[in-house]
Structure formats: structure tokens, C-alpha cells
């Protein structure tokens, strides 16, 4: 595997190889790589000739009270993980190198990016925006792949590539779970053990208020006991929402049928974690 650390490079690099015919894949991530990281790659191996992941700690998607300094960073560890899963560039270029003295400039996708995570997260989705397009623009990919354990932010990227004509497939991979549930996440390392069974109680609320759409129960109904239940674990100690949502348009349903985003943000422990399902009747 090879390393590219300028932008410049990384961006010869990917023209080079697509005039020689081969397809470029992208999986943006922000390193401490889990298997949740490592399935989109192999996903990526599967689609492309050649598999780029970059690995970038974006400083502007993060608020001022967030946890940018925190946010696990360990290079070697993730480079023996991409080797194994059959990465073919790992493209790591430094913050001065990405945003130079007097970068001004960033994308605001209107909208959805103002409900759910994006009320906790004013600066969130524009950060994510500018740098997803920025590694767009560096690696030129065929195609980028991004989990779904984000949703509201694969939503974001879906409606910047359809409103700005971008020249790449967008393709959205299944959330990877450990065994009792929990969606794999970089942050889940800075929970306790008391704090890590705790936090099973997200997907377990997600599941049980699956059941419910599938029986038709009106989707208030299932929001209230979504909350209920994430209340009654002494070790949450936000909510900062849980409901029933429409997946296209992130707003609350108010009617049973059709698709629905089960969704949740929840803080244990000081750490934020996020998770859905979607579901179609
Ligand atoms: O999901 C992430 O890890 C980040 O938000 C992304 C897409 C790599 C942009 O920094």
C-alpha cells in the first residue's frame, strides 16, 4: 500500500491511473479504523480497480466544545488494518496542507443538515460538506462509499452530489454491529464497561420500535416509548432526540406506512452516539 500525503500528489496520482483505464474508489474516514471502516473498503475492493481511503481528523466539522483533541488518532494501527483489507492508497495529508493560511471558503447544503444532529452540531454538516467535496476534488474517485450509521450525513452528501453535478457514484453500506448490537464507532472506546453495556440500550430501543412500525402503531406513539426507554437507563444522560423520521426529508412522521428512519443521539458517559434503522412497510 502506498502513502500519499500531499494533496497535489494524491490528485496526479488518481488522474494517472484513470487514464490508464482504472476505476478509483474513496472511503473518506476520520482513522481509528473498526470493521465498520474495513467492510466499506472491502466493499470498495469489490466495485474499483484501485481502493484510496483517506484518513483526514477534519478540524472543521467539529464545534468548539467537541472533542477534535480527543478524537482518537493512531496511523500505524489503522495502516496494518488497510494492508489487510486490501487497500491500495491511504492518502493522510496534514491540516496546513488541506486548509492553507486563508482558506475562506466552505459548503452550506441547505435544509436537512438544520434538523436532527444538525441542531446539537451548527458547524457539523458544512464542515463535513467542505471536506467531503475538498476529497473529491483531490481524488477525483469513481465512486465513495460512506456507512449508514450516519445517516443524516450520508443524506447530506447524497443531495451536495446531486446539487452540484458531481461526477461521483455515491453508495451507502449497511451498519456494522458488534455482537450484542451496538453500531461500531470510534468514540465507543471512551466508554466504562458500565457505560459500553449501557449504551446496547440504543439498539435494543431502535429494535423494539422497528417491531412497533412493522404492527402500524402511529409513529408518536413509538417516539414516546423510544424516549421512555432510553430514560429509564440511569447511564444515558442526553437525548438529544429519538423518533420516528421521514428518510428523505428528516422530519418527523406523524403517519404509519411507507419508509421510516428510526433514529437516535444520545450522550453516556460524555460521549455522543448516534444510530439508526430504516425501515420499509
Ligand atoms: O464519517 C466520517 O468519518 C467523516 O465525517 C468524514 C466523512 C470522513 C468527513 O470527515
Redesign the pocket.
Known amino acids: 500500500m502506498e502513502t500519499i500525503r500531499t494533496p497535489s500528489i494524491m490528485k496526479q496520482t488518481s488522474r494517472r491511473l484513470q487514464m490508464q483505464g482504472r476505476s478509483v474508489g474513496l472511503v473518506?474516514?476520520?482513522g481509528a479504523l473498526h470493521e465498520g471502516h474495513l467492510f466499506l473498503v472491502k466493499r470498495a475492493r469489490m466495485d474499483n480497480d484501485i481502493v484510496v481511503v483517506?484518513i483526514?481528523?477534519?478540524p472543521t466539522?467539529f464545534g468548539p466544545n467537541e472533542d477534535y483533541e480527543k478524537y482518537p488518532r493512531e496511523t500505524d494501527n489503522d495502516i496494518e488494518k488497510l494492508i489487510k483489507a486490501g487497500a491500495d492508497i491511504l492518502f493522510a495529508p496534514d491540516v496546513q496542507s488541506v486548509y492553507p493560511e486563508g482558506f475562506s471558503t466552505s459548503i452550506e447544503v441547505g435544509g436537512i443538515t438544520k434538523k436532527l444532529c444538525g441542531l446539537f452540531r451548527p458547524v457539523h454538516f458544512s464542515?463535513?460538506a467542505t471536506?467531503?467535496n475538498k476529497?473529491f476534488n483531490m481524488v477525483t474517485p469513481n465512486r465513495a462509499y460512506?456507512?449508514q450509521k450516519?445517516f443524516q450525513?450520508t443524506r447530506v452528501?447524497e443531495t451536495m452530489i446531486a446539487d452540484l453535478n458531481m461526477n461521483v457514484e455515491f453508495i451507502r453500506c449497511a451498519t456494522v454491529r458488534e455482537s450484542d448490537g451496538l453500531a461500531m464507532s470510534?468514540r465507543n472506546r471512551f466508554l466504562s464497561p458500565e457505560g459500553r453495556a449501557a449504551a446496547t440500550t440504543i439498539y435494543k430501543t431502535l429494535s423494539s420500535a422497528a417491531e412497533q412500525v412493522k404492527a402500524g402503531v402511529p409513529p408518536p406513539e413509538i417516539t414516546e416509548h423510544m424516549n421512555e426507554a432510553l430514560r429509564a437507563e440511569p447511564l444515558v444522560e442526553v437525548v438529544q432526540y429519538a423518533g420516528v423520521y421521514d428518510p428523505l426529508t428528516l422530519d418527523e412522521k406523524k403517519a404509519s406506512g411507507g419508509s421510516s428512519l428510526l433514529a437516535i443521539a444520545a450522550i453516556i458517559e460524555n460521549t455522543r452516539l448516534i444510530d439508526n434503522i430504516v425501515i420499509e412497510v
Do not use: E, H, R, Y
Open positions: 473518506p474516514t476520520m483517506s483526514f481528523v477534519n466539522q464542515g463535513v471536506i467531503v476529497l460512506f456507512g450516519d450525513q452528501i470510534s
